[in-house]
């Protein structure tokens, strides 16, 4: 006798990119429409590369078909100590207060297309940190 159990089936990333290849995939977030597209060719480039889409997106990994709204990703799952130099810096003291232009992990390093930071492409990359403020 075989069991199947919820969590014997996972999506994978060919599972996730029968709908997040297409290039016109939108949502709207905040009232505005917002691509959903993921570009894989640069996520593969990416320090994340290697990784499954749902071990960042966890909720995602539920159902097949994820829910549209799924929950923002939390980088300091895996990133615990530069989670805590964030919320204990001026970055993290202005995004708790909820300031208009404060940063979150995404904005400076990017979403599927992180890169090192001693690579000269990256956002973080020392010469290109200037542009990002």
């Known amino acids: 006798m075989l069991f199947v159990g919820s969590s ?15 290039k016109d995939l939108t949502t709207i977030k905040k009232g505005k429409t917002i691509s959903v597209w993921v570009n894989l060719g640069l996520y ?16 995602a990994a539920v159902d097949f078909p994820h829910p549209e709204r799924l929950k923002k990703v939390n980088c300091g799952t895996c990133h ?8 204990s810096g001026i970055h ?13 992990c995404k904005e400076c ?3 599927h ?6 690579d000269p492409n ?7 940190i200037p542009v990002l403020c």
């Open 92 to 104: 993290g003291q202005a995004f708790k207060r909820g300031e208009m232009y404060a940063p979150d």
């Open 8 to 22: 014997a089936w996972a999506q994978t990333n060919q599972d996730c990119m029968l709908c997040h290849e297409d």
């Open 113 to 118: 297309d992180i890169l090192p930071k001693s």
């Open 122 to 128: 990256s956002r973080t990359y020392k010469m290109n």
């Open 44 to 59: 593969r480039k990416s320090v994340h590369g290697k990784l499954k889409c749902i071990e960042c997106h966890k909720d």
């Open 109 to 111: 390093h990017g979403e």
């Open 80 to 87: 615990s100590e530069a989670k805590r130099k964030f919320d």
